[in-house]
């Protein structure tokens, strides 16, 4: 489609399109926050393939959605733009880059983290790592916590992970009967407001604008809904089938596409929000890693593009490593086998989520009784991260059954940075290693 007198541009061809969601994928750093910053900026402001308002009601959409929330958008535009292929492709290469990335990074921590200089960098990141949850806890909670009643559930939440150690889906399914409850007797706490402002004003034209009509395949379909979902079941059937195959029925492997699928459907509230859940399972239940390899993933995937979610691929590597899931003598395959295994597991149903969900969640999401328990989620997961902060600082701020007063202050002067000076998450994660290197130096350990 050309451009017209009305001054919108040429509608993008799929091959430039794919070539954008690659250079997406590459450059996606700064968690979900600088991921929707950069597709705004680069689809709305510079390309206009989308108006201002239609992006962020597509943002709207995937905020209420269970999983990655910038990866979803990317899915869920590239879908508008050009049918199923454009969302596959989206949202594929979104996390693609960093599957990549991941796994090296995994398999170089496996071989080379226990190497002195290099543990003392993690050393140095992990209270880093503190900081930046906290941090993250504050971002959500000035966003969802607007009543009272929802600082009650997101005290309840904490309360229940960090003192009962209740089930994460557990504590999602109570907040969300909280919402309901609290819908009919405390209405004014789940009053939908725009998270947005008001609309925007005048705008140059674009490909898909304020007035353009949704196209064919976004209006709701029951049939569409049904063949979608029975294409990603098909497909999540026979992975499985697959990794069976190769690992027999109670292999490693196995545990963690189911793990992986039962995670990926509980994911309200982005990756900070199902960190916990994956901590849990990943160094209490299953064993595949320990609490500080758990912190070193998350700093890893804090500094690398993709969605944070990804820290699943680090952990699938190397659970599948330390269990020697294809044997003592393929460590390294087993490693990529996890990662795969824990990414495909986790992001299928995120898009089956889009590609069958986006036009129901349309025609309900200005309905108190869908979005209240929505909103009662979004409460307990600040709770829940906050949860997370608190974990990590009881293995974080210990050194040899004593008070580190070194990680205190170097996790003191991240929390400075990021809250006071909104730095970079990348400066600051590089700050800690340079710093985690100094204190080693200084204790004569390097």
């Avoid at 979900?32 to 239609?54: C, K, N, T, Y």
């Avoid at 398999?107 to 900081?131: E, I, N, R």
């Avoid at 993933?297 to 993709?306: F, K, M, N, R, S």
């Amino acid at each position: 489609m050309s451009g017209t007198a009305s001054g919108a541009p040429r509608a993008p061809t799929r091959a430039e399109a794919l070539r954008y969601w690659l250079r997406l994928g590459c450059i996606s750093f700064g968690g979900p926050a600088g991921q929707i910053a950069i597709m705004h900026r680069e689809l709305v402001d510079e390309r206009r393939w989308i108006s201002e308002r239609r992006f962020l009601h597509a943002l709207n959409y995937c905020m209420l959605l269970p999983g990655p929330e910038a990866q979803q958008l990317a899915t869920y535009l590239g879908w508008l733009l050009h049918r199923t292929w454009g969302g596959i492709v989206a949202g594929a290469l979104f996390v693609l880059p960093s599957v990549v990335v991941l796994v090296t990074l995994s398999w170089l921590y496996v071989v080379y983290g226990t190497l002195p200089a290099v543990a003392a960098a993690f050393d140095g990141v992990k209270p880093v790592v503190v900081a930046i949850v906290l941090h993250a806890a504050w971002r959500i909670g000035r966003r969802s916590l607007r009543h009272p009643f929802r600082w009650l559930i997101a005290a309840a939440a904490f309360v229940a992970l960090f003192a009962f150690r209740m089930p994460f889906p557990l504590i999602l399914a109570a907040a969300a009967l909280a919402g309901i409850v609290g819908a009919r007797f405390v209405p004014a706490a789940f009053a939908a407001t725009s998270a947005h402002g008001a609309a925007p004003a005048a705008h140059a034209r674009a490909v898909i604008d304020d007035d353009t009509p949704p196209p064919a395949h976004a209006r709701f379909s029951r049939t569409a809904i049904v063949r979608v979902v029975l294409a990603c079941l098909a497909l999540w059937s026979g992975a499985l089938a697959l990794v069976v195959a190769i690992d027999g029925r109670d292999g490693e492997l196995v545990r963690m596409a189911w793990y992986f699928t039962k995670a990926a459907l509980v994911t309200f509230g982005g990756a900070y929000a199902v960190l916990p859940y994956v901590q849990q399972a990943a160094v209490e239940t299953y064993g595949w890693l320990t609490h500080a390899q758990m912190i070193d993933g998350l700093a890893l995937g804090e500094t690398t593009p993709g969605p944070l979610i990804m820290v699943v691929s680090f952990v699938g590597f190397v659970g599948a490593w330390t269990k020697a899931a294809l044997g003592p003598d393929a460590l390294a395959l087993a490693g990529v086998a996890g990662a795969l295994v824990a990414t495909f597991f986790t992001f299928l149903p995120s898009f089956m989520f889009i590609l069958a969900g986006a036009p129901f969640v349309e025609s309900t999401r200005d309905e108190l009784r869908f979005t209240a328990p929505l909103a009662g989620i979004s409460a307990a997961v600040v709770g829940v991260i906050v949860n997370l902060a608190a974990v990590f600082g009881v293995h974080v701020f210990q050194r040899n059954g004593a008070i580190d007063a070194a990680a205190i202050v170097v996790a003191a002067a991240a929390a400075v940075a990021l809250f006071r000076y909104n730095a970079g998450i990348i400066r600051v994660i590089a700050a800690g290693a340079l710093a985690g290197l100094a204190i080693a130096a200084v204790r004569g350990s390097i």
